[in-house]
């Protein structure tokens, strides 16, 4: 009886814990992302050519994002709060933090991209290998949860049992 309500607590839990599915793929084409750029900014392109073109090599949510910056620079809008208006996702504030600075100081950022890029699948690395580890732990409690009332069913009661009957009759 107590087990549904609390399966279905402990999955409403895990639910928003869970990043948003655009925060995980983000998290996967960023590093990509800033390989092209930097690999289009030492080949001599311009920054807003460099977005450009990674804008549209690259789908999904950072290809849309860098589109509109993409878009936003063609038409001669300041680099530096377009560029900054990317922080507010945080899966890809690095990336914002770094091309604004860039903006500001006027400071090659190709090196600071391939930094970026280095962190982000280190850290996507990180994740997987904590990820791998914590299956052993989740594992436990649903064995658990199946051999404890077999262990009890089958080690406890009949030995309680004869025990009880050993002890009511003389």
Same mark, same amino acid.
């Given at each position: 009886?107590?087990?549904?309500? #609390?399966?279905?607590?402990? !999955?409403?839990?895990?639910?928003?814990?869970?990043?948003?599915?655009?925060?995980?793929?983000?998290? @996967?084409?960023?590093?990509?992302?800033?390989?092209?750029?930097?690999?289009?900014?030492?080949?001599?392109?311009?920054?807003?050519?460099?977005?450009?073109?990674?804008?549209?090599?690259?789908?999904?949510?950072? /290809?849309?994002?860098?589109?509109?910056?993409?878009?936003?620079?063609?038409? /001669?809008?300041?680099?530096?709060? @377009?560029? #900054?208006?990317?922080?507010?996702?945080?899966?890809?504030?690095?990336?914002?933090?770094?091309?604004?600075?860039?903006?500001? %100081?006027?400071?090659?950022?190709?090196?600071?991209? @391939?930094?970026?890029?280095?962190?982000?699948?280190?850290?996507?690395?990180?994740?997987?290998? #904590?990820?791998?580890?914590?299956?052993?732990?989740?594992?436990?409690?649903? !064995?658990?949860?199946?051999?404890?009332?077999?262990?009890? !069913?089958?080690?406890?009661?009949?030995?309680?049992?004869?025990? #009880? %009957?050993?002890?009511?009759?003389?």
């Amino acid at each position: 009886m107590l087990i549904a309500p #609390a399966t279905a607590l402990y !999955l409403h839990r895990k639910e928003r814990q869970q990043p948003h599915p655009d925060h995980r793929r983000i998290a @996967t084409d960023l590093p990509f992302a800033a390989d092209l750029m930097t690999a289009c900014l030492r080949a001599g392109r311009p920054v807003s050519a460099a977005t450009e073109i990674t804008a549209n090599a690259i789908a999904g949510p950072v /290809g849309e994002r860098l589109t509109w910056v993409s878009t936003q620079l063609r038409l /001669g809008a300041d680099p530096d709060p @377009t560029w #900054a208006s990317l922080a507010k996702d945080p899966a890809m504030g690095q990336l914002s933090r770094a091309m604004s600075r860039a903006a500001q %100081s006027g400071a090659p950022v190709a090196d600071v991209l @391939t930094r970026l890029a280095d962190d982000a699948r280190d850290a996507a690395r990180a994740e997987s290998v #904590a990820a791998a580890r914590s299956v052993g732990v989740k594992a436990v409690a649903p !064995l658990g949860l199946c051999f404890l009332p077999a262990f009890v !069913l089958l080690g406890i009661i009949p030995v309680v049992a004869g025990l #009880a %009957s050993a002890i009511v009759i003389p």
